[in-house]
Nanobody
Framework: QVQLVESGGGWVQAGGTLTLSCVAS????????MGWYRRPPGKAREAVAV????????????DYADSVKGRFTISGDSAKDTVTLQMNTLTVEDTGIYYC??????????????WGAGTQVVVSP
């Protein structure tokens, strides 16, 4: 079982910056993806930024939602079991609960798909 602990959420004015961090612990042998998702108020959860194959250089991919491209940067460090999301130039539309997600394989060869409890981000006008 893999546990995820998120931190860094909070309140910020539009145009401000926040950095979210997620640390994984538990039985994971290999990461296949590390990502951040969010649930805006009254809406469904959506992908914000995902790193695929973070343990290798190629074909490692990084995908961002169109709405955050150029403003958000994801960093996945499988060696440190950490994934961070640097969020710049925040807008009111970035408000929501942000969730960390880790996928991979456990030491027993089982598929891992773990979610954090979520961290609240509120951007005021």
């Amino acid at each position: 079982q893999v546990q995820l602990v998120e931190s860094g959420g909070g309140w910020v004015q539009a145009g401000g910056t926040l950095t979210l961090s997620c640390v994984a612990s538990g039985n994971i042998d290999k990461y296949t993806s590390m990502g951040w998702y969010r649930r805006p108020p009254g809406k469904a959860r959506e992908a914000v930024a995902v790193v695929t194959n973070p343990e290798i250089a190629s074909p490692r991919t990084v995908d961002y939602a169109d709405s955050v491209k150029g403003r958000f940067t994801i960093s996945g460090d499988s060696a440190k079991d950490t994934v961070t999301l640097q969020m710049n130039t925040l807008t009111v539309e970035d408000t929501g609960i942000y969730y960390c997600n880790i996928q991979g394989t456990s030491t027993w060869g089982m598929h891992v798909d773990s979610w954090g409890a979520g961290t609240q981000v509120v951007v005021s006008p």
